[in-house]
Every structure is written in C-alpha cells, then in structure tokens.
C-alpha cells in the first residue's frame, strides 16, 4: 500500500507541475482559450495535445500488461451509453468553466499559488458535488419507496 | 506562426506541460490500473464518492497537485495565476463545476485526457459539450457586458 500511495502522490505531484509549467494554473489564460470570439489563445490545445500522446500510448500498453504494475487489477469506467445526465452535466461544468475560467484540476493545484482565491472556488467546488449527491440520493429514495 | 497570430499563446510550455500531465495519467493507468480523473478523485477525498479509487491513493494525487504547481513556483520560475476579482464569480463558476462534473461524471482530466485517448463516445461527447458550453458562456458574458 505505501508504495502505491507513494507512486499516486509521484501522479499527482507530476500532474500539478505540469498544469504550472503549461500556463493552465492560470485561470485568464484558460478564460483566453475559451474567449474564442476575442483575443484567443490556443496555448490549451497544445496542452491537450500534448496530455494526449502518453495517454494514447498508455491505453495501447494496457492491452499487453494485464495487470497493473502496482495494483491488483485494472478499475476503470465503462464508456457505452451517452444519457442526459453526461450531457447536462457537461453543460453545467462547461459553464462554470467559462465563468471562472478554473476546472478541478487547476483549482485544486491553485492552492499553492493563490490560496485564497483558490480556496473559495474549491469550497464552492466541492459544495457543488455535496448538493449533487443530496439531490442524486433523493431521487433514488424516491424511486425505491415507488417502487416497494 | 503562432507568435504572431495569437500573441499570448505559449505552445512550446503547453506541449512541456501537456505531456506532464498525460505522463501522470501514464501511472495513474499502468502502475495503479486508475483513471486520473480529478473531479472524482476530489470528490472521493472529501467523503462524497462513497466508491471509487481507495481514499490513500486518492488523497495522495490529490494532495500532489498543490505540491506540484508549489515545486514548479519556487524551484523554477512564478507560476501566473490570475484570478477573477468577484468572489460571486468564483461561488457561482465553483458549484457549476462541482455539480455539473458529478452529474457528467468527470472533467477535463478524466473525459479531456483519459477518455478521448482511449476514444470513448462518452468522453467525446462531454468533452465537445463542455468545450461549446465554454465558448457560449465566455461569449455571452462578453456580449452582455457581465462582469468576471
């Protein structure tokens, strides 16, 4: 276990220096990519691109290494149907995005960079997925008790 | 070309830092069989994905990330962060974020990098929705003259 825990705070490490050094801790800058009837910047696309490269290679890699190196089995998401709830959902985060100009990630590495700023949208942030879960449950009581 | 054109863009940094994170992503996949999906990994730390990668791992990534950018900071050069002035700004983009990637089941990192790279319908779809739900709202903000 210490040696996976190790090796996600190595991810998590690496992933929060690579939103730095790609300008994407910088709220403006996604703001600029996003502004795309202004003054646009493309510098997310190359980010994106870039982050895709390993990724495409890893996925290929996957196929051949059976099990994880350091972890018992694969456990990943099934990636079939297309619902209202992943298009809604999109639309929403798309939105915040654009006020903001802050996705989790950024916000969360923002911490150490501008902490108050960082702090206030991350508590936002997570209020947002705590009232998710409450509606979420809610709904799901209510389809259970329909049904019995 | 892209120094003339888009004055502001950064593609070499972005390239840098692109393939940073999909690296991250890279381990996250083949040493720990996880997707680095940050929105649910956040989620999962703070006690409201009640499953989902163990909560050791998930804190681990996600203290990294501050850690990271915090590397970045002082050992290489300032990391920019510029963030809206308006506190509303960062409640109101903060629960949209919150909320919309729980209902849409991920972000820029999960749908963005790991589901475009393995070519999931699902991660396609978020990704174009949340990207269009962006440009509408910097663009609609803009017109109306709403402040960030």
């Known amino acids: 276990m210490t040696r996976q825990v190790l090796l996600a705070l190595f991810a998590g490490t690496l992933f929060g220096a690579g939103l730095a050094v790609s300008g994407m801790a910088d709220p403006q800058r996604v703001r600029g990519f996003l502004d795309i009837l202004g003054d646009w910047d493309p510098t997310l696309i190359f980010v994106m691109g870039g982050a895709l490269v390993p990724m495409i290679i890893a996925w290929r890699m996957r196929m051949r290494i059976k099990t994880p190196l350091a972890a018992p089995e694969y456990v990943l998401p099934v990636t079939a149907q297309v619902d209202a709830r992943l298009i809604g959902g999109a639309v929403l985060f798309g939105m915040g995005w654009g006020i903001a100009g802050l996705c989790p990630g950024p916000a969360i590495a923002d911490l150490a960079i501008a902490p108050v700023p960082a702090s206030i949208f991350v508590a936002a942030m997570l209020a947002g997925m705590f009232l998710h879960r409450m509606v979420c449950n809610r709904r799901s009581d209510a389809v259970r008790s329909g049904a019995s | ?148």
């Open chain 2, 1 to 148: 070309m892209t120094a003339t054109l888009f004055p502001n863009a950064m593609p070499l940094a972005g390239l840098v830092g692109g393939l940073m994170i999909g690296f991250a992503a890279m381990i996250m996949l083949l040493g720990l069989g996880r997707i680095a999906g940050v929105s649910g990994l956040a989620a999962r730390v703070a006690g409201i994905a009640s499953e989902g990668t163990p909560w050791p791992l998930a804190a681990a990534f996600i203290v990294g990330l501050p850690v990271g950018a915090m590397f970045i900071a002082y050992a290489i050069a300032p990391v920019e962060a510029r963030f809206a002035p308006a506190v509303t700004t960062l409640l109101i983009g903060g629960l949209l974020v919150g909320f919309g990637t729980r209902l849409g089941s991920g972000c820029t990192s999960g749908h963005g990098v790991c589901g475009l790279s393995r070519l999931s319908p699902r991660s396609l779809i978020a990704t174009v929705t949340f990207i269009g739900a962006g440009f509408a709202t910097v663009a609609i903000m803009n017109a109306t003259g709403l402040p960030q």
